[in-house]
């Protein structure tokens, strides 16, 4: 069973530009959540989608967005980029039926932004 | 007060000892408790889950929960330097609610 893909897996923007960043989950997962995880502040949750409905959604600025498609795939954008936004951004999806709740990561997107 | 916390580490344990770490948590309604691995430069891999007081062996992994005392720990045994990595604690209060993720835990097993 395929993983996780996540598209582009590294990208260098400028301030004040916008990304947007694809995320593939595995077969059969309906779940997919997104998180940033930078060296000072670790993994910290953006928000998660299921049916094409965000369930839940982190401390983040409504520069951080996204949506998912009836396919569960799913994709997030940020707008504005600031230096801060400089992180790896990694998306990670789970079965919701007898499941522990447990995620499965992509190998991540690295944005740098200069 | 964080939501999850684990000692940054780095934690040095001789090949072939017992890694032992820990985390600890502020939400009293969480219910299942998750071990990632995470390689320098790689995305977090699942190790093991527990939900249960008690013990969860896997391996050379054993996971212990104690719901009273919010903590959970991770013990590595027969550690190997392929065991060295940042180990990520998570917690997930509910179904359907985030989970969230502790700083991670450092290893270096030296050889």
């Known amino acids: 069973k395929a993983g996780v893909t996540q598209t582009p897996r590294y990208l260098i923007k400028t301030r004040g530009q916008q990304v947007t960043l694809s995320c593939s989950p595995i077969?059969?997962?309906?779940?997919v959540s997104w998180y940033q995880q930078t060296p000072g502040q670790g993994l910290q949750f953006l928000f998660e989608y299921f049916s094409e409905t965000q369930r839940n959604k982190g401390n983040f600025p409504g520069r951080f967005s996204g949506r998912q498609f009836s396919n569960s795939r799913s994709e997030m954008n940020v707008s504005t980029l600031e230096l801060g936004d400089s992180a790896l951004y990694l998306c990670?999806?789970?079965?919701?039926?007898?499941?522990?709740?447990?995620?499965?990561f992509g190998e991540g997107s690295r944005l740098t932004v200069l | 007060q964080k939501e999850v916390e684990q000692n940054s580490g780095p934690l040095s344990v001789p090949e072939g000892a017992i890694a032992s770490l820990n985390c600890t948590y502020s939400?009293?309604?969480?219910?299942?408790f998750f071990w990632y691995r995470q390689y320098s430069g790689k995305s977090p891999e699942l190790i093991m889950f527990i939900y249960s007081n008690g013990d969860k062996e896997d391996g050379r992994f054993t996971a212990q929960l104690n719901k009273a005392s919010q903590y959970v720990s991770l013990l590595i045994r027969d550690s190997q330097p392929s065991d060295s990595a940042t180990y990520l604690c998570?917690?997930?209060?509910?179904?359907?609610?985030?989970?969230?993720f502790g700083g991670g835990t450092r290893v270096l097993v030296k050889p």
């Open positions: 939400d009293r309604g969480s219910q299942s």
């Open positions: 990670a999806s789970k079965q919701l039926a007898g499941s522990a709740g447990e995620l499965f």
């Open positions: 998570a917690v997930l209060r509910a179904a359907g609610n985030k989970l969230t």
């Open positions: 077969s059969g997962h309906r779940s």
